[in-house]
C-alpha cells in the first residue's frame, strides 16, 4: 500500500567533487522517500550536503562535482540514467526547485512577467493570452497584490519577500509534483519568513505536492515538516516523522543540536553546546564522522561508520549507541 | 560610587546621503533618534529586521561613522572626535561575518597582537607572546596554533579570534554585532557560553545586536526592539518577551521559528502584512503604521515617543496591546 | 517502556556483524582527538605555489620563460659572433656568408674548415649584412623582454602610487584624480604611441647627448617614457578599485576601532591583501609591452639599428620574405613565446593566487 504512494525513492545516493585538493565526499551514501503531498526536511549545518542532495536530485551539479554512485528513483523510474533532453523537460514540469537568495535567482534585465511567462511555456503549449492569464493566476495564488503591475515591474522593484514569492510561482507555474526549497527564507527576515513559511503550507494543502524543505534552521523545520532528515557530513544521522525527531532523538548529533538552541523563555539557563569543531570533508574520518565531537563516542564509533537502524516504525537512525542500548537489554534480560 | 550607566547614549542619530540620481540626493535616516543606556556588566539585546540600523547603531555609537547628531557618554564623560583614541580601549568591537573580519594575510597571533601593538601594552616580545596566548586561552583556542593563518580555522574558531582581538585592551564595553549569525546551529551555543563566560569573568557589559530573538532573548538582561531607524519598545528581558506591547513586538515574537512542532501546531502567529517600508520614503508619523492593524488618524499624524509602562518597560505606542 | 527491542536491528545485520563487546567501552579523549584530523598548516603563498605548480599550463609557461631568460643571458657567451658584427675569417671580411639558411657554412668558412679551423654553426643562419641571425635574434629577445620588464616596472610604480592616493583619500580627491585617468584613457593610444615617439626622438636626443642613458639609446629612452605615460592608467584604475573594496572589509573596521592609524591601516592591512591581484596583472602588463614594442620597432619606431629587436627584425625580413622566410619565423616564434607564456603564466598566477577566485 505504502509502495504505490511514495513519489521518490533516492538509494544509497554518493556525490563527490574532485577538486584540486583532492575528492571532497559531499554526500556519503543516503536513502530515502518522499511520499505524495508530504513536507520533507533536510537539516543540517554547512557542509553536511544538505543542498549537494538536491543538487543531485535535480542533476544540477556544476563542474568538479559528480554523483557517483545510487538511484534516484521517480515514480520508480531512475531519473539519473535519463538523457539531458529528457532531463530537461523533467525538471520544472515534474521537479522544480527554489532557491535561498532571490535577488540572484531572478535575472535583472527581465521583467517578472517576462520570466514568469517563459516558465511557463517551456513546458506547456499555451496560447500568449492563456500564459498571460497563467502567470496573474499564479501570482495572485502566491499572495502578490496588483499582479497586473507587478508584471510589469523589474526584479529589483520588488522586496525580498515579493521576489520569493514570485520564485514560488515560478516554480509551481507547470504544476511539479515536487518543489525543491533550498534554504528559501534564510535571507529573509523573520516576519516575512513566517509569510512565506505559511504561503508554502497554504499552497501545499492547495496543490497537492510534495515539498522537501532545505534548511538549517531547526525552528523551520518544526514549523512546516511531517517528516525530517538530519544530516551531518554527508549522511543521514537518523530521519523520522517531525515529533519522533524532536520529542525522541536518537542519534547523539541530533540530541546536541536540539539541547543546544536556546529554548524559548530560558534567559538564565546555560546551554549545552555540541564541542569541537564541523568536520573537514576532505578528511573524513572512518566511522562515524560525529565519533570525535560526541560525548558518548565509543571505541567502535571510531573505527566502524553506523548502520542505519529502525527504531521504531516511524524513525530510523545510524547511530552506534542505539546498538549498544539493544544489546544491554537484551544481556539484561538474559541475566534475569 | 557611580552612578551613571557605563554606555548613555543621548538622542543618536545617524543620516546618510544617498544619490537617487545625478542630481537628487536623499536623507536616508538609518538611526533616528535612539536613546538608551547600559549598565556596568550589563547586556542589551539589540534586535529588528535587516535595515533597520541595528548594526548603525552600534557603529555610531563607537564613532566608526560620524554621528549627525545625539551624544555618547562612557562612563558619565562624553565622547568627542578628540578623545574617542582613548576610548578605543574600553569600547570594542566584534563583527558578525567571521571571514571578513580577520585579516588573511595575518596569522592568529599577528591579529590577536595588533591591538597591544597599536597600543603599546607590552615591554618586551616575550611580554607579547605570553599576552597573547593567554588572550587565546581566554577564548578556548589552542595557543599551539598562534603562527597559523585566519583561513585554516573554522567559523566558530574565528569568532573566537575575533573575540580575543577585542578582549585584548582590556574593554570594558563590547559591541556585539551579530556574532552568531554566521554560524552554524552548533557552533552558535558555543560562542554565545563564551560571550556569558567572559562576562561573568571580567564583568563585560554588551550591546548583543541580532535579528534571532531566541539567540537575545536568551542572552540579554534588557532588550531593545528596533524599527526603522527608532527604538520602539526597550524593557527587561522577560518583559518584552512575555509580555510584549508594541504591536511589532508581539508580531516578532510570534514569528519566531520554535524548534518544537508540537508548540508550533499550537501556535497562532501574528502575520504581518505587506513589506518593510523603504527608509528613503518613510511614511509620517509612526514608521509602523503601514503594516499595524491598530493604526488609527492619530498614528499618521505624530510619531509617539517611548513611554515608560512601569519596570523600566517603554514603549513608543499609540495603542499599546496587552 | 523502552524504546529499544531487538526486532530493530536487521537480522542479517545481526548476524553478519558480530558485535565484538570491547568495542562499546567507550573512546578515550585521546582516541577521539586522534580521529579528528586537522588540516596540515599551509600559508597562503605555500597553497598558492602548490595550486600553480598543479596547472600545466602554467609550469610549461613557466619552463619555456626560464629556457627563453637563460639563452639570452649565457648564449652571447658561448657564441662567438657579435649582434653587430659581419662574420670574418682569419680578420678578412666572410662577403660570401650573405642570407645562409640555418646550419649551413659560407665557402670561405667551408675552406677555413677544410683547412682545420673550427667554426661556430651559424644556428639560424646569417642575415644579408652576412650577420649571425641567431645572436641577432637572442640579442632582440633581450632587448624586447627588458623593455617588458622595465615597462610593466615604470608603469606599476605610478600606477600603484596614484591609484593608492586615490583609493584611500576618496572624496573630492578621488574624482579629480580619477577625471584625469579618464582623459588619458580616452586618449587613442596607438596613435600617441607613434606621436610621442617621434617628438620624444627629438626632444630626448639632444639632452641624452653624454649621458649614460644615451647608450640605451634615445628610441629605447622614448619607448619607456611613453609605456610610463599613457599605461598606468589601467593600473592605476585596478589599485584603486582593490583599495576601495578592500577597504569595506569588516577586517580595516576592527583595525579603526582598535585605534589604528591610516598608515598602519594601509600598511598591514590594505597594501598586502591588494599585492597578489597587483602582481599578477603586472606579470600581465609585460606581454602587453613586449607588443606594443615590437609593434614600434616593426614600423621604425623602436631601438635603434644596428641594436636588434624581435620587431626589427621581422620588419627588415618582409623585405625578402618570399626567399628567406625563416628571417621572420624565428624573432616571430620568438614574440609569440614569450608573449603567449607570460599571458599563460600571468593567468596561473591569477588562479592560484587571486583571493577572489579562491575558495
Not at chain 1, 76 to 105: A, N, V, W
Request: with cysteine; aromatic share 8%.
Amino acid at each position: 500500500m505504502s509502495e504505490t504512494t511514495t513519489l521518490l525513492q533516492v538509494n544509497d545516493l554518493h556525490t563527490s567533487f574532485f577538486t584540486n585538493s583532492g575528492e571532497v565526499k559531499a554526500i556519503n551514501g543516503i536513502s530515502f522517500s518522499l511520499d505524495r503531498g508530504k513536507i520533507l526536511g533536510i537539516v543540517g549545518e554547512s557542509g553536511s550536503g544538505k543542498s549537494v542532495t538536491a543538487y543531485s536530485l535535480l542533476r544540477i551539479l556544476t563542474d568538479p562535482g559528480r554523483v557517483t554512485a545510487g538511484q534516484v528513483l521517480f515514480n520508480g523510474e531512475d531519473i539519473l540514467t535519463y538523457s539531458t533532453q529528457k532531463m530537461h523537460s523533467f525538471r520544472g514540469s515534474r521537479i522544480s526547485m527554489i532557491f535561498q537568495d532571490p535577488m540572484t535567482s531572478l535575472n535583472p534585465v527581465y521583467t517578472i512577467g517576462n520570466q514568469l511567462r517563459e516558465a511557463i511555456r517551456i513546458h506547456t503549449d499555451r496560447t500568449r493570452e492563456q500564459v498571460h492569464a497563467r502567470a496573474l493566476e499564479m501570482l495572485t495564488l502566491v499572495g502578490v497584490n496588483e499582479p497586473e503591475k507587478r508584471l510589469k515591474q523589474y526584479p529589483h522593484e520588488l522586496s525580498g519577500g515579493m521576489r520569493q514569492r514570485v520564485m514560488i510561482a515560478m516554480a509551481l507555474a507547470c504544476e511539479p509534483d515536487i518543489l525543491i526549497a533550498d534554504e528559501p527564507t534564510t535571507a529573509l527576515d523573520v516576519t516575512i519568513q513566517a509569510q512565506i513559511l505559511e504561503l508554502m503550507q497554504e499552497l501545499q494543502h492547495k496543490l497537492g505536492m510534495a515539498i522537501i524543505m532545505i534548511t538549517h534552521d531547526l525552528g523551520v523545520i518544526a514549523d512546516i515538516c511531517d517528516e525530517i532528515i538530519v544530516m551531518y557530513a554527508g549522511r543521514v544521522c537518523e530521519r523520522g516523522t517531525a515529533d519522533e525527531i524532536f520529542y525522541n532523538p536518537c542519534h547523539e548529533y541530533t540530541k546536541g543540536l536540539i539541547r543546544s538552541i536556546p529554548t524559548f523563555g530560558s534567559t538564565h539557563e546555560k546551554l549545552t553546546p555540541i564541542a569541537g569543531n564541523p568536520v573537514d570533508l576532505l578528511k573524513l574520518p572512518s566511522g562515524c564522522a560525529f565519533a570525535s565531537r560526541c560525548d558518548r563516542a565509543m571505541k567502535i564509533c571510531l573505527s566502524d561508520p553506523p548502520e542505519e537502524i529502525r527504531v521504531n516504525e516511524n524513525h530510523i537512525a545510524a547511530c552506534w549507541v542505539n546498538v549498544k542500548n539493544v544489546y544491554d537489554e537484551a544481556k539484561e534480560g538474559q541475566d534475569q | 560610587m557611580s552612578n551613571h550607566p557605563l554606555i548613555d547614549v543621548r538622542n543618536l542619530k545617524q543620516y546618510f546621503t544617498v544619490k537617487a540620481d545625478m542630481i537628487t540626493k536623499l536623507q536616508l535616516k538609518a538611526v533616528d533618534d535612539v536613546s538608551f543606556t547600559i549598565n556596568q556588566g550589563e547586556t542589551l539585546g539589540l534586535v529588528g529586521e535587516s535595515g533597520c540600523g541595528k548594526t548603525t547603531v552600534g557603529r555610531a555609537l563607537l564613532r566608526l561613522y560620524k554621528p549627525t547628531a545625539g551624544e555618547v557618554y562612557f562612563d558619565g564623560n562624553l565622547i568627542t572626535d578628540d578623545n574617542i583614541d582613548h576610548y578605543r580601549k574600553d569600547m570594542q568591537v566584534v563583527f558578525q561575518d567571521p571571514y571578513s573580519s580577520l585579516n588573511p594575510r595575518m596569522t592568529m597571533a599577528d591579529i590577536v597582537g595588533e591591538p597591544l601593538d597599536i597600543h603599546g601594552l607590552y615591554k618586551t616580545k616575550a611580554e607579547r607572546k605570553e599576552k597573547i596566548a593567554e588572550l587565546v586561552q581566554l577564548v578556548g583556542l589552542n595557543s599551539d596554533h598562534a603562527r597559523r593563518y585566519a583561513h585554516e580555522f573554522s567559523g566558530g574558531q574565528r569568532q573566537r579570534i575575533g573575540i580575543a582581538r577585542a578582549l585584548a585592551v582590556n574593554p570594558r564595553f563590547i559591541v556585539c554585532d551579530e556574532p552568531v549569525s554566521a554560524l552554524d546551529v552548533s557552533i552558535q551555543a558555543q560562542i554565545i557560553n563564551t560571550f556569558e563566560e567572559l562576562q561573568e569573568k571580567l564583568g563585560i557589559a554588551y550591546l548583543f545586536i541580532a535579528h534571532d530573538l531566541l539567540v537575545v532573548q536568551h542572552m540579554s538582561s534588557r532588550i531593545a526592539v528596533m524599527y526603522l531607524g527608532k527604538i520602539v519598545e526597550v524593557g527587561p528581558a522577560d518583559e518584552i518577551i512575555f509580555h510584549p506591547v508594541h504591536p511589532y513586538t508581539q508580531s516578532l515574537i510570534s514569528a519566531i521559528p520554535l524548534p518544537d512542532p508540537k508548540a508550533a501546531r499550537e501556535r497562532r502567529r501574528i502575520i504581518l502584512q505587506g513589506d518593510v517600508p523603504s527608509p528613503l520614503n518613510m511614511p509620517a508619523g509612526c514608521p509602523f503604521r503601514s503594516r499595524c492593524r491598530y493604526a488609527t488618524e492619530e498614528c499618521a499624524q505624530v510619531c509617539p515617543s517611548l513611554e515608560d509602562m512601569g519596570a523600566g518597560h517603554q514603549v513608543a505606542c499609540y495603542h499599546p496591546q496587552g | 517502556m523502552s524504546n529499544y527491542s531487538a526486532d530493530m536491528i536487521p537480522k542479517k545485520r545481526l548476524l553478519s556483524l558480530q558485535l565484538d563487546v570491547s568495542k562499546f567501552e567507550p573512546a578515550s579523549d585521546a582516541e577521539k582527538e586522534q580521529h579528528e584530523t586537522m588540516r596540515e598548516s599551509t600559508t597562503f603563498f605555500r597553497d598558492g605555489m602548490r595550486k600553480l605548480f598543479r596547472n600545466p599550463l602554467a609550469v610549461i609557461s613557466l619552463i619555456v620563460l626560464l629556457l627563453i631568460i637563460v639563452t639570452i643571458v649565457f648564449a652571447p657567451m658561448i657564441v662567438p659572433y657579435k649582434y653587430s658584427e659581419m662574420i670574418t675569417i682569419n680578420g678578412t671580411r666572410d662577403r660570401s656568408a650573405k642570407n645562409l639558411p640555418p646550419f649551413t657554412y659560407s665557402q670561405m668558412e667551408q675552406e677555413a674548415i677544410d683547412n682545420g679551423a673550427t667554426i661556430f654553426p651559424h644556428i639560424f643562419g646569417t642575415d644579408e649584412l652576412s650577420r649571425d641571425y641567431f645572436i641577432r635574434v637572442v640579442y632582440g629577445a633581450r632587448v624586447s623582454l627588458s623593455v617588458g620588464f622595465f615597462a610593466s616596472l615604470i608603469v606599476l610604480i605610478i600606477g600603484l602610487l596614484f591609484g593608492s592616493i586615490a583609493g584611500y583619500m576618496g572624496g573630492k580627491v578621488d574624482l579629480v584624480m580619477m577625471r584625469i585617468v579618464d582623459v588619458i584613457y580616452s586618449l587613442p593610444d596607438t596613435l600617441m604611441v607613434i606621436l610621442l615617439s617621434v617628438v620624444l626622438d627629438q626632444v630626448l636626443g639632444q639632452s641624452l647627448q653624454g649621458t649614460v642613458l644615451a647608450a640605451l639609446g634615445t628610441n629605447m629612452i622614448s619607448l619607456f617614457v611613453v609605456f610610463g605615460l599613457l599605461y598606468w592608467v589601467g593600473m592605476a584604475r585596478l589599485v584603486r578599485g582593490q583599495i576601495l573594496s578592500i577597504k569595506t572589509n569588516e577586517y580595516v573596521l576592527a583595525a579603526r576601532a582598535l585605534g589604528a592609524k591610516p598608515g598602519r591601516i594601509i600598511r598591514k592591512h590594505i597594501l598586502p591583501n591588494c599585492m597578489s591581484v597587483i602582481i599578477i596583472s603586472t606579470a600581465l602588463q609585460i606581454p602587453s609591452a613586449i607588443f606594443t614594442e615590437s609593434f614600434l620597432s616593426f614600423i621604425g619606431l623602436g631601438v635603434q639599428a644596428p641594436m636588434p629587436s624581435l620587431g626589427s627584425l621581422a620588419n627588415a625580413s618582409r623585405q625578402a620574405l618570399q626567399a628567406y622566410p625563416y628571417k621572420l619565423f624565428f624573432p616571430a616564434l620568438g614574440i609569440c613565446l614569450i608573449v603567449l607564456s607570460f599571458n599563460l603564466l600571468g593567468d596561473g598566477l591569477r588562479d592560484a593566487f587571486d583571493p577572489k577566485l579562491r575558495r
